[in-house]
């Protein structure tokens, strides 16, 4: 059974940094594009990184590119979100999602077909 468990979240000052992991069981990360997305109150949730499941090709959101970075450990069957520079705009639920089908490009739709249940970041000024 597919199932992905993020974690990391956490309160943080402006400025600061913080990880999320986004740990995968019952799939392959080698198979598999994986995406973090983020929910702000009263907000859509919207794409932030995504990474191909081949090539590990990536792709950021214009608000991420440049202070997040999106990896992964194929033999932990983990995907990380290494977010710097952080401000009140990145508080949210952060979620990463798993589609089987975007092999050398991925994007930041909703259309991905496994989801996590979140994780709780708030950045305090």
């Known amino acids: 059974q597919l199932q992905l468990v993020e974690s990391g979240g956490g309160l943080v000052q402006s400025g600061g940094s913080l990880t999320l992991s986004c740990a995968a069981s019952?799939?392959?990360?080698?198979?598999?594009?994986i995406a973090w997305f983020r929910q702000a109150p009263g907000k859509q949730r919207e794409g932030i990184a995504c990474?191909?499941?081949?090539?590990?090709?990536?792709e950021y959101s214009y608000s991420a590119r440049g202070r997040f970075t999106i990896s992964r450990d194929l033999g932990k069957s983990t995907v990380y979100l290494q977010m710097n520079s952080l401000n009140s705009d990145d508080t949210g639920v952060y979620y990463c999602?798993?589609?089987?089908?975007?092999?050398?490009?991925?994007?930041?739709?909703?259309?991905?077909?496994?989801w996590g249940q979140g994780t709780q970041v708030t950045v305090t000024d």
């Open positions: 999602a798993a589609d089987p089908n975007r092999y050398f490009r991925c994007v930041l739709s909703l259309d991905y077909d496994y």
């Open positions: 990474i191909s499941s081949r090539g590990g090709n990536t």
């Open positions: 019952g799939i392959t990360l080698g198979s598999h594009a």
